[in-house]
């Protein structure tokens, strides 16, 4: 009995890892969720369910592949997974995946960049500049730290969208119900909110790197299955809550100037004065530690390919960043706090757009082509 609760809490585990991993300052602050799906009408109470029922497919496929073959890093997945082809796939999926980290980063200081304007006023350029600097200093000193409370981290940000949108929904259904019938009336074509649909699911399918390290806690391949279907409904579900919040607010002609959804929503609805900064404060945390894991993932890449062993055994002894760690740091923060100019809501629809071509050639099409050439891998 003890041994089938174990196995339950792993296989749950793995699908919350899903979930923080899906989850970032872009979901908390409502951007992601409105450019994607509550703009194409009454589709956003189905589509994001369709999304992440795509992901669950490719991500169980992919958990189950790693845990039969016992390949539990990424390149040695991919080596796997892709056979042959590994000396041209593997090394696409690294650009990907290097596009990726660029790419997050950036989101993540535009995301905390626009809170900081929404609720203090300063200018976006400023406010991008003093989260950049923060990034930067506890990339450089604190990465530790962050790793220590990510994940409560990532509870509290959770208990504050439910302390957020529950009471709105709640207070907001004659909204939301006013809301669903102008958008049946004025509804976009079901093609467009697929594809949008599929657009957001297609550039989440690169997280397959971050999870199959988490396919050795599975007992047998199958828990994948489990896990993924777990994490399909939690994922869901909360998209779906954040889409009917927005919905109170989406049809305000001031709606669509928003940066930050979220925040717009609360100012809005009930509450104001106490949820307002609480949901702005968590956001901005979520935020920095996403940009802080991944800018601190990408100088490691770095460094292990243009320092020495003997700089990386000194900066590990004495727990001091190298000077070229600072260096590559710095650039990269500079990069990202470059990139963050082009706005929130511009980097969500087009850069994360961007990354869902790439992934279409390098994971979407070699997958069903392995599904059905080794026919879901047992041929």
């Not at 949820?275 to 996403?290: E, F, R």
Request: aromatic share 12%.
């Amino acid at each position: 009995m003890e041994k089938k609760e174990t196995r339950n809490a792993l296989i749950l585990g793995v699908a919350f890892v899903w979930f923080t991993t899906h989850f970032g300052g872009g979901f908390a602050s409502g951007a992601q969720l409105y450019s994607y799906y509550v703009r194409f009408g009454i589709w956003c109470l189905i589509m994001p369910a369709f999304a992440m029922l795509y992901n669950a497919v490719f991500f169980a496929y992919g958990l189950a592949f790693a845990r039969k073959h016992e390949v539990y890093d990424y390149r040695s997945y991919n080596n796997a997974f892709y056979g042959k082809y590994a000396p041209i796939f593997s090394n696409l999926f690294e650009v990907l995946y290097i596009a990726v980290m660029c790419v997050a980063p950036a989101v993540a200081f535009a995301t905390g960049g626009a809170t900081l304007n929404t609720v203090t006023g300063i200018p976006y350029l400023l406010c991008t500049l003093i989260i950049g600097a923060f990034i930067f200093v506890v990339a450089i000193f604190g990465t530790d730290i962050v790793r220590k409370v990510s994940s409560a981290l990532s509870i509290l940000i959770i208990l504050g969208l439910l302390i957020v949108y529950i009471p709105n929904i709640a207070v907001g259904v004659d909204k939301i119900g006013a809301t669903a019938s102008a958008m049946k009336e004025t509804s976009l074509p079901l093609g467009k909110a697929l594809y949008s649909a599929f657009i957001y699911g297609t550039f989440q399918l690169a997280n397959i790197a971050v999870f199959v390290q988490h396919a050795r806690t599975f007992q047998e391949p199958s828990d994948a299955k489990k896990s993924m279907f777990l994490g399909f409904l939690v994922n869901s579900i909360l998209m779906i809550m954040v889409a009917l919040g927005l919905m109170t607010v989406c049809m305000d002609p001031e709606m669509a100037q928003q940066s930050v959804p979220t925040i717009f929503m609360v100012q809005n609805g009930v509450g104001a004065s106490f949820m307002t900064p609480l949901i702005s404060v968590l956001i901005i945390l979520g935020a920095v530690s996403t940009a802080v894991n991944m800018v601190a993932a990408m100088v490691k890449r770095v460094c292990s390919s243009i320092e020495t062993k003997e700089e990386q055994e000194r900066a590990e002894a004495t727990g001091k960043p190298s000077r070229k760690s600072i260096i590559i740091a710095l650039v990269c923060c500079l990069a990202d706090f470059g990139i963050a100019q082009f706005g929130l809501l511009t980097l969500i629809s087009k850069a994360y757009s961007g990354l869902a071509y790439l992934a279409i050639p390098v994971i979407l099409v070699p997958y069903i082509v392995h599904m059905v050439v080794t026919r879901f891998d047992t041929k």
